[in-house]
C-alpha cells in the first residue's frame, strides 16, 4: 500500500489559495486604485507586463508607516494609493502577502527537507 503524500497536497492548496487571492486583490483591489490614480492623471507602472505590481501594490497596503515601506519606492510610488486605500484593500492585501509568504516557504522547505 502506497502513502499518501499529505505534503504534496499541502504545498498544492497553499499554491492553489495564492493564485486565488493574487486573482483576487488584482481585480478587485488594484484595478479600481488605478482607474482612480488615471482620473487624477497619475499613469500606472510601465516597467510591468505581467502583473508583479500586485505584490508592490499589496507590500504599500499591508506595511503602510512602518519602516518596510518607503514612501519613495523606485519602482512604484506608494504614496499615491493611500486616498484609496479601502478596508477590503487591507484584507486582500494581507491575504495574498500571506499566502504568498507560505507558498515561497512551503515550496523551499519542501525542497530542502523532502525524502
Known sequence: MTSVPYDVFALAFIMLWSFVSWLLFIRLSM???????????VEPSAWDGVGI??????????????????????LFASGDITNYIRRKDRILAGM?????????SGGVLYYLFRM
Not at 479600481?32 to 488615471?38: D, F, I, V
Not at 495574498?96 to 515561497?104: A, H, K
Open 96 to 104: 495574498l502577502i500571506i499566502s504568498s509568504s507560505m507558498f515561497l
Open 53 to 74: 505590481r500586485a505584490a508592490w501594490y499589496a507590500w504599500a497596503i499591508v506595511f503602510q508607516g512602518t519602516k518596510l515601506q518607503q514612501e519613495n519606492d523606485i
Open 31 to 41: 484595478i479600481p486604485m488605478e482607474k482612480a490614480l488615471k482620473q487624477k492623471g
